[in-house]
């Protein structure tokens, strides 16, 4: 018998099995129980979360007939007649999955269409599932429009995606919207551990926590993972073989960076961080896990009862709290993101991560900056010497510009235009309210002679009658 992997055979097969997603259950089941059917729903949410399995369970509900075959509607669906059990392996007739990535056409949406007219064959109703529909084309969207608005009454249309935003409005408008939300790591942990005792597996709950944390809300992934780590461990779930699965960094790694930071060690810190690099580690989790320890850190700081005893690091994280301050956990927090985001452009992840741990040592706010020369302190630089001599050759340049910038070039004489007075002169003493003498009348005869004192013609009489 071919092994059947744990995402599927543990897939819920009723509302009640469904883990995570109670207010989408706690909907439907009222729905389903007062007969108040949609006639198009949608599910979002990321990966993993039960779209497609909320899909299956919701057409079950619909076309179950109950163990005797005179059931009706409802909102436990009993798993033994031919409609659950068809739906279950994926033969229901009256129950079409379709996958929007790969039939995303027009045509593919008009064939679709053209077949939901047609009464359902076997079940109750005739379920259409489309999933990732934020994959169709625009004509797509605007060839379902009408059907999805006002289908036949024996059609109901499902549709799933990660993509909401890429959904027209309008078609989100004629649809019922349940968005699924990730699932917490406590609800995965106990999930794990309901399946691996089902399946008779050893486990360790740190472990568990492992996977469910590496699994970042998603069920199957955690299940994934899960297949993985019994696989890699030779049938058992272990902590230490979970860790060198995922390369997750242990946690003695993280407690002796935060105590060399505490004592302001900048090479104890450096050999941590060699020690890491030489177990290949990866540093973007290194980042990721100290920022998840400094938020519980300041989780511990703000509200000490919010401290779980069953956290492996709990008695650490309690000694932290005492010996950073609030702002300290803060920064170095931030630190950390930021530290993570620019690893793709540190020269190499060694050299992002070394930066990353100095830049915590180097804006510690408790620190005190070192001196400088001069005796300043504060982090500020010394200030220049006032009167200090400077080379000769710049102070005759900046002379040289000065003079040029201060005294414009005298203009060429003009022998045909009188001498203006300079207005400039009388602004400034009119500003200064004293009293000023009338400017002298023009000489008519110094222009007359400038060209000859250059060396030019001497004007003639009637010239200088017009001048």
């Given at each position: 018998?071919?092994?059947?992997v744990?995402?599927?055979k543990?897939?819920?097969?009723?509302?009640?099995?469904?883990?995570?997603?109670?207010?989408?259950?706690?909907?439907?089941?009222?729905?389903?129980?007062?007969?108040?059917?949609?006639?198009?729903y949608?599910?979002?949410?990321?990966?993993?979360?039960?779209?497609t399995?909320?899909?299956?369970?919701l057409?079950?509900a619909?076309?179950c007939?109950?163990?005797?075959?005179n059931?009706?509607?409802?909102?436990?669906?009993c798993?033994?007649?031919k409609?659950?059990?068809?739906?279950d392996?994926?033969?229901?007739v009256?129950?079409?999955?379709?996958?929007?990535?790969?039939?995303?056409?027009?045509?593919?949406?008009?064939?679709?269409?053209?077949?939901?007219?047609?009464?359902p064959?076997?079940g109750?109703f005739?379920?259409?599932?489309?999933?990732?529909?934020?994959?169709?084309?625009?004509?797509?969207f605007?060839?379902?429009?009408?059907?999805?608005?006002?289908?036949?009454?024996?059609?109901?249309?499902?549709?799933?995606?990660?993509?909401?935003?890429?959904?027209?409005?309008?078609?989100?408008?004629?649809?019922?919207?349940?968005?699924l939300?990730?699932?917490?790591?406590?609800?995965?942990?106990?999930?794990?551990?309901?399946v691996?005792?089902?399946?008779?597996?050893?486990?360790?709950?740190?472990?568990?926590?492992?996977?469910a944390?590496?699994a970042?809300?998603?069920?199957?992934?955690?299940?994934?993972?899960?297949?993985?780590?019994?696989?890699?461990?030779?049938?058992?779930?272990?902590?230490?073989?979970v860790?060198?699965m995922?390369?997750a960094?242990?946690?003695?790694?993280?407690?002796?960076?935060l105590?060399?930071l505490?004592?302001?060690?900048?090479?104890?810190?450096?050999?941590?961080?060699?020690?890491m690099?030489?177990?290949s580690?990866s540093?973007?989790g290194?980042l990721?896990?100290l920022?998840?320890?400094?938020?519980?850190?300041?989780l511990?700081?703000?509200?000490?009862?919010?401290?779980?005893?069953?956290w492996?690091?709990?008695?650490?994280?309690?000694?932290?709290?005492?010996?950073?301050?609030?702002?300290?956990?803060?920064?170095?927090y931030?630190?950390?993101?930021?530290?993570?985001?620019?690893?793709?452009?540190?020269?190499?992840e060694y050299?992002?991560f070394?930066?990353?741990?100095?830049?915590?040592?180097?804006f510690?706010?408790?620190?005190?900056?070192?001196?400088?020369?001069?005796g300043?302190?504060?982090?500020q630089l010394?200030?220049?010497?006032?009167?200090?001599?400077?080379?000769?050759?710049?102070?005759?340049?900046?002379?040289a510009?000065?003079?040029?910038?201060?005294v414009?070039?005298?203009?060429?004489?003009?022998?045909?235009?009188p001498?203006?007075?300079?207005?400039?002169?009388v602004?400034?003493?009119?500003?200064?309210?004293?009293?000023?003498?009338p400017?002298?009348?023009?000489?008519?005869?110094a222009?007359?002679?400038a060209p000859?004192?250059?060396?030019?013609?001497?004007m003639?009489p009637?010239?200088?009658?017009?001048a």
């Open positions: 018998m071919s092994y059947q744990l995402a599927r543990w897939r819920p097969r009723d509302f009640t099995t469904l883990v995570g997603q109670e207010h989408v259950v706690r909907a439907l089941t009222h729905a389903l129980e007062q007969q108040r059917l949609h006639h198009a949608l599910f979002t949410g990321t990966r993993g979360v039960g779209k399995t909320l899909s299956r369970i057409a079950k619909l076309n007939v109950g163990p005797d075959g059931g009706d509607i409802t909102a436990q669906p798993g033994v007649c409609a659950c059990t068809e739906i392996s994926g033969r229901f009256d129950y079409i999955e379709m996958d929007a990535a790969s039939n995303r056409g027009v045509d593919e949406m008009a064939s679709l269409l053209d077949k939901a007219v047609y009464a064959t076997a109750r005739k379920v259409y599932m489309i999933d990732e529909v934020h994959m169709l084309t625009n004509h797509a605007n060839a379902m429009l009408k059907t999805l608005e006002e289908p036949p009454a024996h059609v109901k249309f499902i549709l799933a995606t990660t993509d909401p935003q890429k959904i027209p409005v309008t078609v989100l408008s004629r649809c019922l919207q349940f968005n939300k990730q699932m917490p790591p406590g609800h995965i942990v106990s999930h794990l551990d309901h691996l005792g089902e399946e008779g597996i050893v486990r360790e709950a740190n472990a568990l926590r492992l996977l944390q590496a970042h809300g998603s069920m199957r992934d955690a299940l994934s993972l899960t297949d993985q780590a019994i696989a890699y461990s030779a049938g058992q779930v272990s902590e230490a073989a860790r060198g995922l390369g960094i242990d946690q003695s790694y993280l407690v002796q960076l105590d060399a505490t004592a302001e060690d900048g090479a104890a810190m450096l050999g941590v961080a060699d020690g690099a030489d177990r580690l540093f973007a290194a990721q896990d920022a998840s320890l400094l938020h519980k850190i300041a511990a700081q703000a509200v000490p009862a919010s401290v779980q005893e069953e492996p690091e709990a008695v650490e994280v309690r000694r932290f709290a005492a010996a950073f301050d609030a702002q300290e956990v803060q920064l170095f931030q630190i950390a993101n930021l530290g993570r985001s620019e690893l793709a452009l540190a020269p190499d050299a992002g070394t930066m990353t741990l100095l830049r915590m040592l180097a510690r706010p408790s620190a005190s900056p070192a001196p400088v020369a001069g300043q302190g504060g982090g010394a200030p220049r010497a006032r009167g200090a001599a400077a080379p000769a050759g710049r102070i005759a340049a900046d002379a510009a000065a003079s040029a910038a201060v414009p070039a005298a203009p060429a004489l003009r022998p045909a235009a001498v203006q007075p300079d207005p400039e002169p602004q400034a003493q009119q500003a200064a309210s004293r009293p000023v003498a400017a002298p009348a023009p000489v008519a005869t222009p007359m002679a000859a004192a250059a060396g030019g013609a001497p003639s009637a010239r200088a009658a017009l």
